[in-house]
């Protein structure tokens, strides 16, 4: 038990992440979201409609409560246990929001397109550093697990209804079609944001080559692009012969001059370009930056 315990407690770096990540969230949700009672659902959302009619608990507070609740629910329907860093990141979070409430009354601009882009975009950014830490800030995540497991229905989707129940209860509270419409837009634009931490922006192209000129195919590769090669050996089901299968690992400015050299060294090649979400390794990142 102290075992499983130690191996629950996150590394330095994954707290740091995770309260910077606390930060980032809290700032969007306050600054941009809170003041035009917009939220991406979720717990912030539930908890900014009951803000509405209990004003006498803070938002943070009343998303810690939820959190906690959520927290028993988890113990006592799915016997799971809550990892130390989304503790860390439930704690945070609602300490962030009572914080940065005091010191943004007012929205930083009454446009609420812009309120909607950053706020959306801030509180995807800060969900995906938490996440990065290994961790989450509790909410929906937990509802979702509840409801795939009594009713069957996918954790994704589990979690979707669970953001557009809060939704809908928003537009419902404050008696706005548009709330409801600019809280979905803001949930799309943070789940954007969030695969952009989790991912990176793209920058590496894999291109998947069969060619009967692979041995021209590599030695074009290693002089133009200085690049290295992966030669498989391959089946073709259809003419039903053994063929060479080059794997090639650019980056994105090099994908074009990779294409020209398929055409030139073997016009008749059969390829495949991927987006290389990661590629690790040497010419591309290191092992330590993952």
Same mark, same amino acid.
């Given at each position: 038990?102290?075992?499983?315990?130690?191996?629950?407690?996150?590394? %330095?770096?994954?707290?740091?992440?995770?309260? !910077?990540?606390?930060?980032?969230?809290?700032?969007? @949700?306050?600054?941009?979201? %809170?003041?035009?009672?917009?939220?991406?659902?979720?717990?912030? /959302?539930?908890? !900014?409609?009951?803000?509405?009619?209990?004003? %006498?608990?803070? +938002?943070?507070?009343?998303?810690? +409560? @939820?959190?906690?609740?959520?927290?028993?629910?988890?113990?006592?329907? @799915?016997?799971?246990?809550?990892?130390?860093?989304? !503790?860390?990141?439930?704690? %945070?979070?609602?300490?962030?929001?009572?914080?940065?409430?005091?010191?943004?009354?007012?929205?930083?601009?009454?446009? @609420?397109?812009?309120?909607?882009?950053?706020?959306?975009?801030?509180?995807?950014?800060?969900?995906?550093?938490?996440?990065?830490?290994?961790?989450?800030?509790?909410?929906?995540?937990?509802?979702?697990?509840?409801?795939?497991?009594?009713?069957? +229905?996918?954790?994704?989707?589990?979690?979707?209804?669970?953001?557009?129940?809060?939704?809908?209860?928003?537009?419902?509270?404050?008696?706005?079609?548009?709330?409801?419409?600019?809280?979905?837009?803001?949930?799309?634009?943070?789940?954007?944001?969030?695969?952009?931490?989790?991912?990176?922006?793209?920058?590496?192209?894999?291109?998947?080559? +069969?060619?009967?000129?692979?041995?021209?195919?590599?030695?074009?590769?290693?002089?133009?692009?200085?690049? /290295?090669?992966? !030669?498989?050996?391959?089946?073709?089901?259809?003419?039903?012969?053994?063929?060479?299968?080059?794997?090639?690992?650019?980056?994105?400015?090099?994908?074009?001059?990779?294409?020209?050299?398929?055409?030139?060294?073997?016009?008749?090649?059969?390829?495949?370009?991927?987006? /290389?979400?990661?590629?690790?390794?040497?010419?591309?990142?290191?092992?330590?930056?993952?």
């Amino acid at each position: 038990m102290i075992d499983s315990f130690r191996k629950s407690i996150p590394r %330095f770096k994954d707290v740091v992440l995770i309260v !910077l990540g606390c930060l980032v969230t809290a700032f969007g @949700l306050v600054a941009f979201l %809170f003041p035009h009672n917009l939220a991406p659902g979720g717990v912030g /959302g539930l908890a !900014l409609t009951i803000n509405h009619f209990v004003p %006498f608990l803070s +938002i943070g507070t009343w998303m810690l +409560i @939820l959190n906690l609740v959520l927290f028993a629910l988890a113990f006592w329907l @799915l016997g799971s246990h809550i990892g130390t860093g989304t !503790l860390i990141g439930t704690f %945070f979070l609602s300490f962030f929001v009572d914080l940065l409430s005091k010191y943004y009354a007012q929205p930083l601009t009454n446009d @609420l397109i812009l309120s909607v882009l950053y706020g959306g975009a801030l509180s995807g950014i800060g969900l995906g550093l938490v996440f990065k830490g290994r961790a989450t800030t509790g909410g929906t995540d937990i509802v979702g697990f509840i409801i795939n497991k009594y009713t069957g +229905i996918s954790v994704g989707q589990s979690i979707f209804i669970a953001d557009a129940t809060v939704v809908t209860l928003m537009a419902l509270v404050f008696r706005s079609t548009d709330v409801a419409l600019l809280a979905i837009v803001s949930i799309f634009i943070g789940s954007a944001a969030v695969d952009m931490m989790q991912k990176g922006f793209i920058r590496e192209r894999v291109f998947f080559i +069969i060619s009967d000129n692979y041995e021209q195919m590599l030695k074009e590769v290693d002089e133009n692009l200085g690049r /290295g090669a992966t !030669l498989l050996q391959s089946w073709g089901s259809y003419a039903g012969t053994e063929r060479k299968a080059l794997v090639v690992c650019v980056s994105q400015s090099e994908t074009d001059e990779m294409e020209r050299i398929i055409r030139r060294v073997d016009p008749k090649s059969f390829y495949i370009v991927v987006e /290389g979400v990661r590629v690790v390794g040497e010419g591309f990142r290191s092992p330590s930056w993952v």
